[in-house]
């Protein structure tokens, strides 16, 4: 299919100025942009879907300009709850090159149509506040500006000229791609949708000439909220800030009733099997199928494909179904953390009933020794029998760990002290 019905298919078009045009302008080929503010030292899963939308366009034959804002990130787009911390410049520029290396990891660099990347502060950096003012600013009438809803809902508490004029730039961004590179669309989230259009309207007042723009929507839990968020706090692409074990986990508990759409957004499977999926999600919810394909696909995206075959295997031995001396100490400190992973010190090193109350998994001493009665309890997935049993060194996982589990799943860990583990 055209990739604009592609796009349409996979939900990954909310607006567009102009939809017949842009199909059209798309059976050809052109050059489009999206842009990355570094508000923060990584990416995370809201800009996931952009870069997605950016793979899917460059597939078919379009030249992608991936922007990062080395200067509108000196300043923040305004936002609902109140004005953004200005981040020290050099801060600001060490993200840049961070996030300049995620956004080009995820696309093609080589080939045909190239992807280029870019950064606003090249042509903001030299421009005088005379030349912003007489060129740029004498486009947008105030009254527009001032009728956008986040500027009109932060009105009563104030909102500061710098994200005030936080549009203006943006919409410099897009004349600039239009001169030097001869960019015609820009797309973005649907949270975006008043820049990326007031940078269309703009290259129309300036030269005239009619450029398209596109927005996504949002992702969102079944129960309305934003996706990407856990109760632990966002999803990053760093592996430094969201493990590739939680990486993968977060998807693979992704809601039956959501998962279809999330496998449209972020896997490269067609439609025809992507329908599959959704039949054996309605006939066998249980078996987690898609959850599965979704967390395998996404996590070889961003991190690899050992990546995810190593979550698989941390997951099942976690569980009891797999060996965890085969796991390396990176990995099951993040899957244990993932599930509760609780400091011990001491000079010794606890009993079993001890442990299993220390970590968690039961709620008191007396309770670890009914499950290990009960013949519920284990230690790095063997069966306990003796709750008075003291822990030897020789158990520990790579000299620290120890994985405690109570019937099937629940499950959690301790990681000990050197002094403690008598090592």
Not at 297 to 313: K, P
Request: hydrophobic share 40%; charged share 25%; proline share 4%.
């Amino acid at each position: 299919m055209n990739v604009f019905d592609e796009l349409s298919w996979r939900g990954l078009i909310a607006n567009s100025t102009d939809p017949q045009a842009l199909s059209s302008a798309l059976a050809g080929r052109l050059t489009f942009y999206v842009g990355f503010d570094p508000t923060a030292p990584s990416l995370h899963m809201g800009n996931l879907v952009q870069l997605m939308v950016a793979r899917r366009l460059q597939a078919a034959g379009h030249r992608p300009l991936l922007l990062v804002g080395g200067s509108t990130g000196l300043i923040g787009d305004p936002k609902e709850s109140g004005e953004r911390t200005m981040n020290p410049k050099e801060v600001v520029a060490e993200w840049v090159a961070r996030i300049q290396g995620q956004v080009s990891g995820l696309l093609d660099l080589d080939g045909d149509n190239p992807a280029t990347p870019v950064n606003n502060l090249d042509w903001t950096g030299p421009m005088s506040v005379i030349d912003f003012l007489r060129d740029i600013g004498k486009h947008f009438p105030v009254n527009r500006m001032l009728a956008r809803d986040v500027v009109r809902n932060r009105l009563e508490d104030g909102i500061s000229y710098s994200e005030f004029s936080y549009v203006l730039l943006q919409s410099l961004d897009y004349l600039e791609l239009f001169r030097r590179y001869d960019c015609t669309l820009q797309f973005g989230g649907s949270d975006q949708w008043g820049n990326i259009t007031a940078g269309a309207e703009l290259i129309r007042r300036v030269t005239g000439e009619r450029v398209h723009a596109m927005a996504s929507p949002l992702l969102t839990k079944a129960d309305g909220t934003k996706f990407g968020k856990t109760e632990s706090g966002t999803v990053w692409l760093d592996p430094g800030l969201t493990s590739p074990y939680a990486f993968h986990q977060f998807f693979l508990n992704a809601e039956d009733e959501k998962v279809i759409d999330y496998l449209k957004v972020f896997s490269p499977r067609g439609e025809d099997e992507i329908a599959q999926l959704a039949v054996e999600t309605a006939e066998r919810p249980q078996a987690r199928r898609a959850q599965r394909v979704l967390a395998d696909d996404i996590t070889t995206l961003v991190h690899s494909a050992a990546e995810a075959e190593a979550a698989n295997a941390a997951g099942q031995a976690l569980f009891g179904r797999g060996d965890l001396s085969t796991m390396d100490e990176t990995m099951l400190r993040n899957a244990l953390t993932e599930v509760g992973l609780t400091e011990v010190g001491g000079p010794e090193l606890p009993t079993v009933a001890d442990a299993l109350a220390l970590s968690g998994v039961v709620a008191s001493k007396s309770a670890g020794r009914r499950a290990v009665a009960e013949g519920g309890a284990y230690l790095n997935n063997e069966r306990v029998t003796d709750a008075d049993e003291r822990l030897r060194p020789d158990q520990l996982l790579h000299g620290r760990y120890v994985v405690l589990r109570r019937g099937r799943k629940t499950v959690a860990g301790l990681r000990f002290e050197t002094s403690a583990a008598g090592v």
